[in-house]
């Protein structure tokens, strides 16, 4: 506990905190439920196509809503962003129950409204990871980060426990209504802490300690090249352009995982139990991250690449449900310290004027991946199954991690910091 210790202390988390777990919860409850109810719903015969596509709905508008809303949303802080993206969940999840309830949803409405729910969510998650670099010194986000990744994978350990047990009392729409009150809770819990998120001292002194003509030069630039700013600060800093396009290729290979996983099992229990298994070792990792403050992270990230794509190959070799179990944990095991360790790099070598734009942006591009792969996959469930599935997927993401290694070895990446008066087009 004491690497976290700081940060929960730290007022705006504190206020946050509850919400979060809430919402965490509330997420862990619907990775089972969005692809089990779009199994209810789609006719039979392309039952895998569209759990793939509903899947990819619930994640893919993000990358629209990051380009279409970027003049509107520049500017403003992480606590807003993250509050406008939880009160659009709520608004169109809580939409689907009512529908489904009433006899009127299809598997068409279905997918739209998961569609509009998310389109805000690029922009949500650059708020939370901006908030942690606006209220916390650099040291200490690393626990920050790695407390958000507990908290995304502990739900993944007891929400779909309670998915199951909803689905199994009620229906797959009851957790979706679940989860839009979640989403409710969060918005609120945003809401109220806009006012305290404010940058440090540190960052304000700054910012103002840079020349006029600095300061002076967002204001010149087109509203086009603003609009690019983010995505142009990646492509020229290479070191974050390596760990996006790392990610990019990871999420997109992992994509077909969560179409196979509800096929690969037999009921809506054993899923969540295969999601839990996983949840259970990501909970360990992530802890386990947030104890190593001088966590290297450019070994970290591409070692848990490397680790996971190994850990899925097991899974086609039709082992007994508990060596399935027990993959999936070490599976998830290996997987916690990337999302800690890559968002760590981003915040380290983004200037915190640039942040948002910056961290934006790569959600806009991430929030691509994983729906793309989602969809490749759909219709590779439906050809080959889903042990294949998994195995495929292991050995591209393996292949993946050693590409990576490659890369580190024999080119390796510039030390420079990041040039401020290059990204000042990201100011807001």
């Known amino acids: 506990m004491p690497p976290y210790w700081p940060v929960v202390r730290n007022r705006v988390f504190a206020r946050l905190l509850p919400g979060l777990a809430v919402s965490a919860l509330g997420d862990g409850m619907s990775a089972v439920a969005i692809g089990w109810l779009a199994l209810q719903v789609a006719p039979h015969h392309q039952r895998g196509l ?69 389109l805000l969510s690029a922009w949500g998650s650059a708020g939370r990871y901006t908030l942690v670099a606006q209220v916390l010194p650099s040291e200490l986000h690393v626990p920050a980060n790695a407390l958000l990744t507990v908290l995304t994978e502990a739900s993944t350990v007891a929400g779909p426990m309670l998915a199951g047990l909803l689905i199994a009392w009620f229906d797959a729409a009851a957790v979706l209504a679940a989860d839009a009150v979640t989403f409710a809770v969060l918005a609120v819990s945003f809401a109220l802490v806009r006012n305290h998120a404010a940058l440090p001292e540190r960052e304000r002194r700054n910012h103002a300690a840079l020349p006029e003509r600095e300061r002076r030069t967002h204001a010149a630039l087109p509203e086009r090249e603003r609009r690019s700013a983010g ?52 909970v360990i990792g992530a802890v386990a991250t947030g104890h190593l403050p001088h966590l290297p992270l450019w070994p970290a990230s591409i070692g848990s690449v490397l680790a996971f794509g190994l850990l899925l190959l097991p899974l086609g070799l039709s082992l007994p449900r508990w060596a399935d179990l027990l993959t999936l944990a070490l599976a998830g095991l290996a997987w916690a310290p990337y999302p800690t360790a890559s968002m760590s790099i981003f915040q380290r070598l983004t200037p915190a004027a640039c942040l948002p734009s910056v961290l934006a942006a790569r959600g806009a591009v991430l929030v691509v991946s994983t729906p793309l792969g989602t969809l490749l996959g759909a219709p590779l469930v439906q050809a080959t199954g889903p042990a294949a599935t998994l195995v495929t997927c292991g050995v591209a993401i393996a292949v993946l991690g050693l590409v990576a290694v490659g890369v580190r070895l024999f080119r390796p990446l510039p030390r420079a910091r990041f040039d401020e008066r290059k990204a000042s087009g990201c100011t807001p």
């Not at 997109?252 to 229990?269: C, E, I």
């Open 231 to 282: 995505l142009a600060a990646i492509r020229r800093d290479r070191r974050l352009f390596a760990l996006m396009a790392l990610s990019f290729w990871f999420f997109l290979l992992f994509g077909p995982v969560p179409v196979a996983v509800p096929l690969f099992a037999n009921s809506a229990q054993e899923v969540a139990l295969l999601y839990t298994a996983f949840g259970v070792g990501a």
């Open 50 to 118: 569209w759990v793939g596509l509903a899947i990819a709905a619930y994640t893919l508008p993000g990358a629209l809503g990051a380009v279409l809303l970027a003049r509107p949303l520049r500017g403003r802080s992480g606590a807003h962003l993250a509050a406008l993206d939880a009160a659009l969940r709520t608004v169109f999840l809580g939409a689907i129950p009512l529908l489904a309830w009433s006899g009127a949803l299809t598997i068409g409405r279905y997918t739209a409204l998961l569609a509009c729910s998310a």
